[in-house]
């Protein structure tokens, strides 16, 4: 077609930068990460429209709630930049609603997947690879995390970003059909497998609580009792008890800590747990 507008792959690398680093740009609990989408998409709607009306038109539609996993969710923004650049060449399927509806029906399903596999599953491994490798001290953990983590969470956040721009509107039936609610369960299974490892790993709670005879001889050992009974018990009590608070009380990250601080001060205090130990 005479004429037709196709975005440059500079507009395109300067969108993907913006979403990767502002995808939370002026964040608040009303707007979320919608700020962070206006910034992306700014580029792409200054070299799709020439006239200022054309260009507040559009941004228009970036400017309705949007919230998301925002690493997986790079491919919403990829879309949308295909859609945007279909509807500049006038293409009356796409419009502001179908962009808008398309970005409210993905940032949900996207969410999930992206919590399941980034947060869930890819940086506890990473952070237990790390962990690992700061035995004793050392610092190449620490290195190893922020190097590895960067490199993928940019690299995969591109890859994202051009293919959704590639797939357009086809990307839909991908992401939110029978094949992605397949996947999503996968990656959630996965994920509760990776962080129940982990907390096994790295995670260690024993009690130093015993009862002796007059004669100063320990008769009941409680933790040999437990460990007889089901090794670790109290690891997994720990761990399900800050699942539970978090995830069904909704109780703040820092609170838990805080209450873990405050139950390892009293179990001391009571020699339930020994001081010398490490819980």
Not at 149 to 162: C, H, T, V
Request: hydrophobic fraction near 50%; proline fraction near 3%.
């Amino acid at each position: 077609m005479a004429g037709e507008k196709k975005l440059s792959k500079k507009a395109l690398m300067r969108s993907f930068h913006e979403w990767y680093y502002g995808n939370l740009t002026c964040f608040s609990q009303e707007h979320m990460q919608t700020f962070g989408y206006l910034c992306a998409m700014l580029p792409l709607v200054e070299e799709l429209y020439d006239k200022k009306e054309d260009q507040k038109e559009a941004m228009n539609t970036y400017t309705a709630f949007f919230n998301t996993e925002p690493q997986v969710g790079s491919v919403v923004v990829g879309i949308t930049a295909g859609l945007e650049e279909a509807k500049a060449n006038g293409n009356e399927d796409v419009d502001a609603e179908t962009i808008n509806g398309l970005r409210a029906g993905l940032m949900g399903p996207l969410a999930g997947i992206g919590d399941s596999l980034v947060v869930g599953t890819l940086i506890p491994v990473l952070l237990g690879i790390g962990l690992g490798l700061s035995t004793g001290g050392s610092p190449v953990g620490a290195i190893f995390y922020i190097i590895v983590w960067n490199l993928i969470a940019y690299f995969g956040m591109k890859l994202l970003y051009f293919k959704g721009y590639e797939l357009g509107g086809k990307a839909v039936d991908l992401l939110v059909g029978e094949q992605a609610t397949a996947i999503r369960e996968s990656i959630v299974m996965l994920g509760t497998m990776v962080i129940g490892a982990v907390a096994a790993t790295w995670v260690s709670v024993t009690t130093s609580f015993q009862l002796k005879n007059s004669a100063g001889k320990a008769f009941l050992v409680l933790q040999e009792k437990l460990d007889a009974v089901y090794p670790n018990m109290l690891t997994a009590i720990f761990v399900i008890l800050c699942w539970w608070l978090m995830s069904k009380k909704r109780m703040n990250p820092l609170m838990v800590m805080l209450l873990l601080v405050v139950i390892a001060f009293v179990g001391v205090a009571v020699g339930f747990f020994n001081p010398g130990l490490s819980y």
